[in-house]
């Protein structure tokens, strides 16, 4: 007996958890583990995309663990240098190539605290914004980061989806280190 296919709204019930929800993610896998690679079209993401691009590291551990296809904004987002740079010699324009949503791949690795991983990036010609970066870095309290985010300019008037700036952000979590490294910028 042949299975009736996937619904764009089964779809969209399992991508929109994997940014934040991994009880529902792996729930629902387990009840049909056909949305593992599905692209939910109005947004034009996986499960994978969507919790790579908010840098959820649980939720996209488990979905690669089942067996999702790394790509190189997820390797990015994990900060995962050596798959990068296998990534851009297979494909060396995705150096200043864009995820899901117009997402940059300098966003996702920023969001992985990797300074290596981005020093690489600008050796190889990320000439990528480091504005939205900055935001993901101080999310992630990822200090480093975002001072070297700061070095290349990155703009600390830009806000994020919700209005607030990077400022607002590490005000929120209490980060003093980068509280005094923003206010000093």
Not at 55 to 79: D, W
Not at 146 to 163: C, E, P, Y
């Amino acid at each position: 007996m042949t299975q009736e296919p996937l619904t764009q709204e089964q779809i969209r019930n399992f991508v929109l958890p994997a940014h934040g929800n991994l009880a529902v993610v792996q729930q629902l896998l387990a009840e049909d583990p056909r949305l593992l690679n599905e692209k939910y079209l109005e947004f034009d993401e996986t499960a994978l995309e969507a919790a790579s691009h908010v840098g959820n590291r649980p939720i996209a551990e488990f979905l690669l663990a089942q067996g999702a296809p790394m790509n190189i904004y997820t390797a990015a987002m994990f900060g995962l240098t050596d798959e990068v740079e296998a990534f851009l010699n297979e494909s060396p324009e995705l150096v200043n190539g864009n995820g899901v949503h117009g997402i940059s791949l300098l966003y996702h690795a920023a969001l992985s605290g990797n300074v290596a991983l981005v020093e690489m990036l600008a050796e190889r010609g990320n000439a990528q914004s480091p504005d939205m970066p900055l935001l993901g870095a101080v999310a992630y309290g990822r200090f480093e980061m975002a001072k070297w985010l700061l070095d290349r300019g990155a703009d600390t008037a830009v806000t994020n989806f919700q209005n607030k700036t990077a400022l607002d952000i590490a005000q929120e979590h209490q980060d003093e280190a980068l509280i005094a490294l923003l206010t000093n910028a």
